[in-house]
């Protein structure tokens, strides 16, 4: 709340603790030379540079207030406008097969969720991944 109240853009709403399973942390891309076709690799880390594939690690969550898509801008007041649209322009349903940035994120963000340790698994790691 008060990042928005001093009219910041984006706000850090927390570090949490995750566990990198096989799902977020191993991919695959074209082998240039053909055979095999694809070649798989195991994602490195963002800081360390090692595969990060079964490694715990420290993610900063953002947040921002951008009202898009479907609010027009913040107003003054804090509330949101709604888009103005030409008479007659009808809105078409979402395509399915096409997905935002954002939705793309919230789907890694989804499968790395599903990745984590269920019941007393995590009980022996400090906030940190560590022992």
């Known amino acids: 709340m008060e ?3 001093e009219g910041k853009r984006t706000v850090t709403v927390g570090n949490v603790v995750r566990f990198m399973g096989a799902k977020s942390s ?5 082998n240039p030379e053909g055979n095999p076709h ?6 490195p880390d ?3 540079g ?3 594939y079964g490694q715990w690690t420290v993610r900063q969550v953002d947040m921002t207030f951008n009202p898009l898509p479907k609010r027009q801008r913040t107003n003054a007041d804090g509330s949101l ?3 103005h649209m030409p008479k007659g322009l009808e809105s078409h349903p979402y395509d399915r097969s096409i997905l935002s940035m954002e939705a793309r994120i919230l789907k890694l963000n989804l ?3 599903l ?3 269920d019941g007393g698994d995590y009980v022996e790691y400090d906030d940190h991944g560590g022992v």
Not at 26 to 30: A, K, L, P, Q
Not at 38 to 43: H, M
């Open 115 to 117: 990745e984590q340790p």
């Open 50 to 52: 090692k595969p990060r």
């Open 38 to 43: 694809f070649i798989y690799t195991r994602f």
């Open 46 to 48: 963002e800081k360390t």
């Open 111 to 113: 499968i790395e969720l």
């Open 3 to 5: 990042a928005w109240l």
């Open 26 to 30: 191993i991919g695959r891309y074209v």
């Open 81 to 83: 406008s709604m888009r």
